[in-house]
Nanobody, 124 residues
Framework: QVQLVESGGGLVQAGGSLRLSCAAS????????MGWFRQAPGKEREFVAAIRWSGGNTYYADSVKGRFTISRDNAKNTVYLQMNSLKPEDTAVYYC?????????????????WGQGTQVTVSS
């Protein structure tokens, strides 16, 4: 069983930055692919970014490419999402997710474990 706990959300003005963290339990965290998703009110959960176990391969949604950076520290069992140049349309609950197979998926259906989510609100 894997438990994921997100932190770092909050209220920020447009153009500002936030860094989300996702702490994971489990001895084999380093072999998991990790993803960040977000869900705004009335909308479906959407892919934001993902990273393979080694950290050498990262993937981003077009809407965040160049502004967000996903990274991981396997020694700390933690994955991060650095969000810069935030826009009001980035407002959502952000979730981290883990895929024990190590595969990167753009669909939330590809992930077995989820955190509880952290709210990010960007004011204009």
């Amino acid at each position: 069983q894997v438990q994921l706990v997100e932190s770092g959300g909050g209220l920020v003005q447009a153009g500002g930055s936030l860094r989300l963290s996702c702490a994971a339990s489990g001895r084999t965290f380093s072999s998991y692919a990790m993803g960040w998703f977000r869900q705004a009110p009335g909308k479906e959960r959407e892919f934001v970014a993902a990273i393979r176990w080694s950290g050498g391969n990262t993937y981003y949604a077009d809407s965040v490419k160049g502004r967000f950076t996903i990274s991981r520290d396997n020694a700390k069992n933690t994955v991060y999402l650095q969000m810069n140049s935030l826009k009001p349309e980035d407002t959502a609950v952000y979730y981290c997710a883990a895929d024990p197979t190590g595969s990167v998926n753009y669909s939330p259906l590809g992930y077995d474990y989820w955190g509880q989510g952290t709210q990010v609100t960007v004011s204009s």
